[in-house]
DNA sequence: GGTTAGCACTCGATGGAGTTGAGTGCTAAC
DNA sequence: GTTAGCACTCAACTCCATCGAGTGCTAACC
């Protein structure tokens, strides 16, 4: 048996109507909504074919088909080819970032509030993650008598701030002095070169010991992967979907979602793909057997990616979704790779 | 009618009970489980006249008594008159803390978590908001050609950084220079005070008017208040209790610790109380009819008032939770006022 | 050969009747 | 004041009949 074209119209059409009812659909429901011109007996006899062919599934016997994961595939897939990604909802996207914000997390915190708020499903927005970043400047401010702080500039622009204990009687010049002098060492090492190169430092300042050491020990700390910033939104927007009905299966994934760690793992997947649409058993995860992931990335000025998704149901409006991750992303990039005055440097053509 | 201490031991006993199991409780189990050595019928009488004078309710007739808000008022404030807070999970609290953190956000993500995991309710940890920092050291750091960062640190240890542009020919040295001299005239300014001494400033110091413009420009925003960071940990929790069962309390429950604005609210409260129970309805909160509130604030070295607060079912488990909460506020305030080496400066007797 | 009408069949959902059992209020006796 | 006893209430549960959406199959139709 072979896939036509006619049997794919239904396909498409029972897919349309589960993602907007949820509820099993029959033959009937096909014949009379969409293809008017088949009776309820026609498109049985498809969808029975449909069903052998995998891409049906039937809760009992006299209930309606259910689209399985299959069929999801094909239909994200053949859409995607299509290119048919609508801009409905485009000017909202724009509206939602023209106040100004610059600090990093808050931007993120505050994707995930609209993206969550635009889609109605649950949003996660990763905060980039890239190639080690490389010293650019290293300067230490006075905080009070025998603290610092130690502020870290990179060319990704990541500044690593922590407070560092010093010598009473540094004042702020001699700070400088050492902070010249640090920087000209270090400029272009990366993290782990810095703490290389560290000892031999300490033997040629030798009266800052204290300083230098108390760095040494920041660098070394900053060397391991900081865990990335996860902001998640519209987490109780799962729970309208009937699929949520289930106390058990809600609680499930809402602890999920609060596990941040094991979140930001999921949704960066496999690799740094611009676009991926993962489907029930596709995400790998066995909590979210019945859920979709949408990913998309978005980049920074150093050449950083994050990622940005929305998980929902398996009946996802996944054109919706896509095009929503779409402007979104190109959104995030155009205001992280613009300028401070907010004139972007390379501005993403878009649609 | 009065109350007496026979009534008084009945009423706490039925409390206790329902707190455990959240059914509503008969005479039989009160005189099985707690006062054996009455019989049914006289503790029904009793419960008679405690649901005339308001302490319990009767959802039907033929069902048992459950506490009401008066009830849970009365048992918490004889509790904590009695002193009677346990400090069965000390260690535990303790042991949560020992990996070292730093950053005030993750210390406040951290708290959350950890409160929300030892409680079973949901969490929530509030930021400190104090007084109107004052200025303590200016210093611009190079980033780029053409952009620097700010470093602002007040007395409250509260540094905000953001970068602003400037001129391309500016070097290091230069931007020291025109640190030391802004840390010489604003130290001990407020934010307000600093925008009205920038104009004079600009004047004086000409030729460097575009750094000092953005540096006015970053004062005068950084003066609104800025939303206090909120950190919510375990509403999945909140799922487990049979009280939330109705999936549209859960969703609206859910979506009231989403919007972390009104949430802050909610929880700071009224005033900063060092401690306050609030029941039911005394939340203030129609949403929250049902739930109660426990908060304990926590302070930073500027003297700055933090807000930790335990949400959970009016059956709440009061006395672990306030000596949960009770610790934790120790703990935290501990943790925030030590000085860099881990060492407390005024550490709070425990217990 | 594809399409359609018709019909028997399946099975979840809905709703009413009956039963159970926990719990109460009241009364009379201790 | 305490208790035993009893009638009464009412939510929760089970059982059962009914309903209806939907299917599969067959025979007729174009």
């Known amino acids: 048996m072979q896939m036509d074209e006619r049997k794919m119209r239904i396909l498409r059409a029972i897919i349309d109507d589960y993602i907007l009812t949820g509820v099993p659909v029959g033959s009937r ?32 016997v006299s209930a309606g088909r259910i689209p399985s994961a299959k069929a999801y595939r094909l239909y994200v897939d053949s859409m995607l080819q299509a290119g048919v990604i609508p801009n409905d909802s485009a000017e909202s996207v724009l509206s939602h970032f023209s106040g100004k914000i610059h600090q990093m997390e808050d931007v993120i915190d505050h994707a995930a509030r609209v993206l969550s708020s635009l889609t109605q499903y649950t949003a996660v ?56 002098t640090l920087t000209d060492e270090m400029r272009g090492c990366t993290l782990t070169d810095a703490c290389r190169k560290m000892p031999e430092l300490i033997r040629r300042m030798e009266g800052n010991d204290e ?44 602890s999920l979602m609060e596990t941040h760690d094991k979140l930001a793992d999921i949704i960066r997947g496999n690799g740094e793909l611009a676009f991926t649409v993962r489907i029930g058993p596709e995400t790998g995860v066995p909590e979210m057997v019945d859920c979709s992931i949408v990913t998309a990335t978005y980049s920074t000025r150093g050449g950083q990616q994050g990622t940005i998704g929305v998980i929902g149901p398996t009946r996802m409006r996944y054109s919706r979704v896509i095009s929503i991750l779409n402007m979104m992303g190109h959104e995030l990039t155009d205001m992280l790779t613009a300028d401070e005055d907010g004139n972007p440097e390379n501005r993403n053509e878009r649609r």
């Open 211 to 254: 300083v230098l050491r108390g760095l040494y020990g920041y660098f070394s700390e900053g060397q391991r992967p900081r865990s990335p910033h996860v902001a998640v939104g519209g987490t109780s927007n799962m729970l309208s979907y009937p699929e949520y009905s289930d106390m058990d299966k809600a609680r499930t994934f809402l």
């Open 29 to 60: 429901t096909i014949s009379r909504k969409y293809e008017t011109s088949l009776s309820s007996a026609t498109i049985r006899n498809e969808m029975s074919d449909l069903e052998e062919l995998g891409f049906l599934d039937q809760p009992h």
């Open 125 to 180: 927005v990763l905060s980039p993650k890239g190639t080690e970043p490389r010293l650019q400047t290293i300067q230490l401010v006075p905080v009070s008598a025998g603290s610092a702080l130690v502020v870290i500039v990179t060319d990704q622009g990541v500044i690593r701030d922590s407070v560092i204990r010093i010598s009473p009687d540094m004042d702020g010049d001699t700070l400088y002095a050492i902070s010249r």
